[in-house]
Nanobody
Framework: QVQLVESGGGLAQAGGSLRLSCAAS????????MGWFRQPPGKEREFVAS????????YYADSVKGRFTISRDNAKNTMYLQMNSLKPEDTAVYYC???????????????WGQGTQVTVSS
């Protein structure tokens, strides 16, 4: 069982930045593809970004490409999402996910974090 704990959410103004972190409880962190999903208020959950086990390849939803950067530190069992040029439509609960076999959109990940709220004001 892998526990994922997100942190770093909060309130930001449009154009501002936030950095999310996801700490994993497993020593096998480097064997998991990792990523972020989000659920805007009143909408379905959607894919945001993913990163391979070694961190050598990343993939982004079109809506965040060029503004968000996903990264990981396998020595610290932690993944990050740097969010710049935030927009009000980025307002959502952001979830960290882990999947043993990586694919670009991390379909059906085995593990989910509890989520962290990000609110962007205009």
């Amino acid at each position: 069982q892998v526990q994922l704990v997100e942190s770093g959410g909060g309130l930001a103004q449009a154009g501002g930045s936030l950095r999310l972190s996801c700490a994993a409880s497993t020593r096998a962190f480097s064997t998991y593809g990792m990523g972020w999903f989000r659920q805007p208020p009143g909408k379905e959950r959607e894919f945001v970004a993913s990163i391979t086990r070694s961190g050598d390849f990343t993939y982004y939803a079109d809506s965040v490409k060029g503004r968000f950067t996903i990264s990981r530190d396998n020595a610290k069992n932690t993944m990050y999402l740097q969010m710049n040029s935030l927009k009000p439509e980025d307002t959502a609960v952001y979830y960290c996910v882990a999947r043993l076999l990586w694919n670009v959109q991390l379909t059906d990940p085995q593990y989910w974090g509890q989520g962290t709220q990000v609110t962007v004001s205009s």
